[in-house]
């Protein structure tokens, strides 16, 4: 099957899950950047409740372009700054030793476009998974596709603080779920730390 995915900063673990195994995954990159969306943007959770990793863009967040077009900022060091809170709220994770090490060389390489970015940190995680999925980028905007041969998975969500709906297998134990109670629609990068890679891509 083909799927038709959002271009995304570390999507959301239920979109692996649609995604499964041995999938043609195409993303998009031929429609407009939105601010607050999810494509320079994930969610953690923190001690204090939710935090948002933003990549830094070079004419800000306002700007009108397609989301092919998006640089990064990087004289902002912004790629320090998520590792060092990505390490903050999964160091006592029961995963994280095993996965930190090449998620931190991950954080040290430099991307001048958006699209780039978001598709190494989206091959880390399919990679992880051991999804071995078939990634391509969209050629042009399409509106629709032939439901026989596309699942098409954009827009599942506009803007963050999204809310997902539960479904068996979804829920597992979170870093700081005594504090702030069950957290859904976090990025992938929660749940690999937290679950690892167990058969709850299978539930």
Known sequence: MNYIIDNEYFPDYTLFKRLGHNSNCIIEQYVPYR???FSNRCTLPGANGLINLSVPLQKGRDQKTLLKEVRIANL???QARHWKTIT????RSPWFDYF???LETLYKKKMDFLVDWNQECFIWASENLSLNLQISFTESFQATYPSDT???LRTRSNTVGRNQQMSPGDQYTQVFEERLGFISGLSVIDRIF??????????
């Open 35 to 37: 601010k607050l969306s």
């Open 76 to 78: 902002d060091p912004w």
């Open 88 to 91: 903050a709220c999964y160091n």
């Open 100 to 102: 930190r090490d090449g």
């Open 150 to 152: 596309h699942t098409d």
């Open 194 to 203: 937290c679950d690892g890679v167990k058969g709850w891509l299978k539930s």
